[in-house]
């Protein structure tokens, strides 16, 4: 019970910066043979479709999540705290990622370099364009962020926080959705795709670039964030629950595109407030669109916030593929509907 409170008042702990527009657009196409990549895609890069049920598709695999996991929660990256070397290793590995996936920079580079924090720092912001002449002109934003804290106070001899499901596991998630837009390009409305830095410095990635964006004049239509996705929620009816539930209608839009009772309602969710948590709320504050994120921490199912044991060692890489596969109809359906389905209450 004393370490459940202390991971509660943990989340409780967050702050958001401010920002100004430090670069434009890129509207130049993406080398057309890109380089072969490294880790999981050296196995299925080259897979563009996917088998199975409209409603479940298996286009990743346990194997493949793993191979991302074991590059961004390993110890080579030192918990990729904001500003140091470890995130610069993980920036390059999701660069190279999105190159290889046929997904474009949404900038003059895939790096929006951060105008709210002291040391060097960048959020990776990619896109899949739409393939409609009329909704290409609207955005949807998946996003999850890709730093963590770095080294901390030594646990059994161990100081690295590896952040392997805060947040590797909603990086690697958002990594396989982009490979799987940026191959089979889908998607009538045009999809960001952003890595956020400096969410554990509070919001502060998310806030550069809403900010940015705002400014930019992009007709937003919704965000979707991916955050501790790392391990199954237990004795649920749903398979993740949405931050903010009650404030749009996402988890009905979710549900009816998935096929099933994929989106739930989780009490403690509204209770502290997650939803001013994560990055989902800098685009709510700046934009006012639908903006929540997908999550399946739930307090009671993973020990280990912000320690040295948050390593590879306790993720379910196979409910992790298993999210993918059911989120793709979801966003697809998203992406693909006449109107504009989700609204804010």
């Keep these: 019970m004393k370490r459940n409170i202390l991971v509660l008042l943990s989340l409780l702990f967050l702050a958001c910066g401010t920002t100004k527009m430090v670069q434009t657009p890129n509207n130049t196409p993406a080398p057309s043979t890109p380089t072969p990549p490294t880790g999981p895609d050296g196995l299925k890069a080259g897979t563009n479709g996917f088998s199975g049920t409209s409603k479940t598709m298996a286009f990743t695999d346990a194997e493949i999540i793993e191979a991302h996991m074991a590059f961004l929660a390993s110890d080579d990256l030192k918990g990729r705290d904001t500003g140091s070397e470890g995130i610069e290793m993980a920036a390059r590995y999701i660069e190279d990622h999105f190159k290889s996936y046929g ?34 002109n609207e955005y949807i934003l998946i996003g999850a962020h890709y730093d963590h804290i770095g080294v901390v106070k030594p646990v059994n001899g161990d100081y690295i926080a590896n952040g392997a499901n805060d947040n590797a596991s909603g990086t690697a998630t958002v990594l396989e959705l982009a490979r799987y837009f940026g191959a089979n390009k889908t998607n009538k409305r045009s999809i960001i795709f952003a890595l956020f830095s400096a969410e554990e410095k509070g919001l502060l990635g998310s806030e550069h670039l809403a900010r940015k964006l705002k400014e930019l004049d992009v007709d937003l239509y919704t965000m979707l964030n991916f955050e501790m996705t790392g391990v199954p929620l237990r004795g649920k009816k749903y398979d993740l629950y949405i931050t903010g539930y009650e404030m749009s209608n996402l988890a009905e839009v979710s549900n009816k595109y998935a096929g099933e009772n994929l989106v739930g309602y989780l009490p403690t969710a509204k209770e502290y407030d997650l939803f001013k948590r994560s990055d989902n709320y800098s ?40 999210m993918v596969n059911k989120m793709i109809p979801v966003l697809e359906g998203i992406a693909n509907a006449a109107t504009q389905e989700i609204k804010v209450k």
């Design 283 to 322: 685009f709510y504050k700046v934009f006012g669109v639908p903006s929540h994120t997908y999550c399946t921490f739930d307090f009671e199912n993973f020990a280990y916030y912000h320690k040295p044991d948050d390593e590879n060692s306790e993720m379910d890489f196979g409910h992790m593929a298993s």
């Design 103 to 136: 997904v474009r920079p949404y900038f003059k580079t895939f790096r929006d370099t951060l105008s709210n924090f002291k040391k060097p720092a960048y959020n990776v912001v990619g896109v899949v364009e739409g393939n409609d002449p009329a909704l290409k």
